[in-house]
């Protein structure tokens, strides 16, 4: 019930695609969903995240698409660049007061977006 | 640069031995979290400390130990080793201990069990 279940392993885009991640969960209890971007050699960065009460987020080519009912949400990247070349997780995690700040992390995307 | 600093970036060492992982949280920043990267298993949380007391526990194993010190800088024991515990260990850290605050990742340290 603690996992994150994250599609596709891989993905290749043409640049100015949309790259579209997707991941589900089971944990009703899960309350905040962000979205971390890993470059190679480097730690998971955040790039944006969203809470259950609201069905999506936006900043700049970046989208967090949420569904509740649904138990699941996904990252929609428009224009994608070569830049955006990385490896991609959702997480998830509960309330605080009992799980601290713990992420419950996907398994990844590897996104490679050709020229 | 996320402004976590972690040492050593690479580790080799021999099973059954014991090394520490060494933290240093961004400035001001009272929460440090530590995470293990594998291939097989991905990302997974081990352990939170915030100011200086454990407040979150994932599936850390009994030979792995943790503390956050004073100055908030944190270490991560690993005792025992194992082949299995090679993998890129992270240390991320935020402002405060709840888990909407933006954890700040640093850029791990590659441990090699031989």
């Known amino acids: 019930q603690q996992q994150v279940k994250q599609s596709p392993q891989s993905l290749i885009v043409q640049k100015g695609g949309i790259s579209i991640i997707n991941c589900a969960y089971e944990n009703t209890a899960f309350d905040y969903f962000p979205w971390y971007q890993q470059f190679p050699g480097k730690g998971p960065a955040l790039l944006i995240a969203?809470?259950?009460?609201?069905s999506e987020k936006k900043e700049g080519r970046f989208t967090i698409s949420f569904n509740k009912s649904a138990k699941q949400f996904s990252l929609h990247i428009m224009d994608s660049q070569p830049g955006d070349s990385a490896t991609y997780f959702c997480a998830a995690s509960s309330p605080s007061y009992n799980q601290g700040g713990k992420l419950i992390f996907g398994q990844g995307t590897e996104l490679s977006v050709k020229p | 640069d996320s402004g976590v600093t972690q040492t050593p970036k690479h580790l080799i060492t021999a099973t059954g031995q014991r090394v520490t992982l060494r933290c240093s949280p961004r400035?001001?920043?009272?929460?440090v979290y530590w995470y293990q990267q594998s291939l097989d298993q991905g990302l997974q949380f081990l352990i939170q400390y915030y100011n200086g007391e454990e407040r979150a526990k994932g599936n850390i194993l009994e030979r792995f130990s943790a503390q956050q010190f004073p100055d908030l800088h944190s270490e991560l024991n690993l005792s025992s080793l194992e082949l299995g515990d090679s993998a890129l260990y992270f240390c991320?850290?935020?402002?405060?201990?709840?888990?909407?605050?933006?954890?700040?990742f640093g850029p791990g340290t590659r441990l090699l069990v031989l």
């Open positions: 400035s001001g920043d009272l929460s």
């Open positions: 991320a850290s935020s402002a405060d201990w709840t888990e909407q605050e933006t954890q700040y």
């Open positions: 969203i809470r259950p009460d609201v």
